[in-house]
């Protein structure tokens, strides 16, 4: 989908009303309300340029009656966050094309979905919302939407709802439940539960610090890799990852995205069998084999099985769930070439100004 360019939609607005002139006219007193009651986001709108995506008083009620606090502070922030996306103005419903994924000030994204009945827009897995009217502010459009905007959950919560349950162990397994439960802005590729069981016997005999390894090796840091946009570029090389000594290889087939492990011989790619599921400031690729790389020289040699399996009990799944407390995955920040970090660079810039490769 192509945005409308800043330049072309703040032209025509430069003598538009401005965004409080423009929710009283799209009349949803109640989220007018709640911006007033919120400095936090007050601030954050000052001067905001981009799109607002606001809720209709009927669907802001709903969401009070169904458990939502407005007096919880953190959490109002977060949800009104979510509907605002700064730096790019979503077309009317006249002017909509595809679809496409909005980056949120909150951090987390919103899939867009165009068809011959209007414009929808999904936070999860399933189409949540529609656009009910449009309305020009000076900074950009506000669209009334019939439903409020929840951010996705976690994504330690997504696959435990995903039934991506031998992920999730090997997370606690590995040590790494704290630093998957608050890391942000990046890719993940969560192997299937038979993905995991193909390498059981393999798992048997990794470290902690080996299994870290092969963990760190799923997530790809720095941006959202849509399907869509690997799919447009056919290939994308030497992809850094989490864990500094693994790249991978990214392509398209013209009907699967493949990926593999740079420099493992033999190895058949994984396909991605679920591609594009949002969580909290994450993007997951479900895929059907797990990635395992080459072991770097400053690990342990495999012989002590890790406590806590993939086959980790249910209480030590259920601990996945724990207060972040450290940032392992920090340390294995990579260290590309400038020219693959060009690449990634220009792959993480273009997704969150919604733009096309």
Same mark, same amino acid.
């Given at each position: 989908m192509k945005f409308i360019p800043l330049a072309l939609a703040f032209a025509h607005a430069i003598h538009a009303q401005s965004l409080a002139e423009a929710l009283t006219q799209a009349k949803v007193?109640?989220?007018?309300?709640?911006?007033a009651s919120d400095t936090a986001v007050q601030t954050a709108l000052a001067g905001f340029k981009g799109t607002i995506?606001?809720?209709?008083?009927?669907?802001?009620?709903?969401?009070? /009656?169904? !458990?939502?606090?407005?007096?919880d502070m953190t959490m109002l922030t977060t949800v009104l966050t979510y509907h605002a996306v700064p730096n790019?103005?979503?077309?009317?419903?006249?002017?909509?094309?595809?679809?496409?994924?909005?980056?949120?000030?909150? !951090?987390?994204?919103?899939?867009?979905?165009?068809?011959?009945?209007g414009v929808y827009l999904t936070t999860g897995a399933t189409k949540v919302a529609m656009v009910n009217? /449009?309305?020009?502010?000076?900074? !950009?459009?506000?669209?009334?939407?019939?439903? /409020?905007?929840?951010?996705?959950?976690?994504?330690?919560?997504?696959?435990?709802?995903?039934?991506?349950?031998?992920?999730?162990d090997a997370v606690v397994a590995a040590g790494l439940a704290d630093a998957v439960a608050t890391l942000k802005n990046a890719t993940i590729l969560a192997p299937t539960n038979e993905a995991f069981a193909a390498i059981a016997e393999i798992a048997k005999t990794l470290t902690k610090e080996q299994l870290q390894q092969v963990l760190?090796?799923?997530?790809?840091?720095? !941006?959202?890799?849509?399907?869509?946009?690997?799919a447009a570029a056919k290939e994308l090389s030497s992809v850094p990852t989490s864990n500094a000594?693994?790249?991978?290889?990214?392509?398209?087939?013209?009907? /699967?995205?493949?990926?593999?492990?740079v420099g493992v011989s033999g190895a058949v790619p994984s396909k991605v069998v679920k591609a594009d599921i949002l969580a909290d400031n994450i993007l997951v690729h479900v895929i059907d084999r797990v990635l395992v790389p080459n072991f770097s020289a400053g690990a342990p040699a495999a012989g002590t099985a890790v406590a806590g399996s993939p086959a980790a009990s249910g209480t030590a799944r259920a601990a996945a769930t724990g207060t972040a407390t450290t940032a392992a995955t920090a340390a294995a920040t990579t260290k590309a070439s400038a020219g693959v970090a060009a690449i990634v660079s220009y792959l993480a810039a273009a997704l969150a100004f919604g733009l096309s490769l």
């Open positions: 007193s109640t989220l007018a309300s709640l911006l995506f606001a809720p209709s008083d009927a669907a802001l009620a709903a969401t009070v /009656t169904a !458990g939502f606090n407005p007096a790019t103005v979503f077309p009317s419903a006249t002017q909509a094309t595809g679809d496409d994924y909005l980056l949120t000030a909150q !951090g987390s994204e919103i899939m867009t979905t165009f068809n011959s009945t009217g /449009t309305f020009p502010f000076e900074g !950009g459009l506000v669209h009334v939407v019939d439903t /409020t905007l929840i951010p996705p959950s976690s994504v330690v919560i997504l696959a435990k709802t995903a039934g991506l349950t031998q992920f999730v760190l090796a799923h997530v790809i840091p720095g !941006g959202f890799a849509h399907a869509a946009e690997i000594a693994a790249s991978l290889d990214v392509k398209y087939d013209g009907t /699967t995205v493949l990926v593999s492990v």
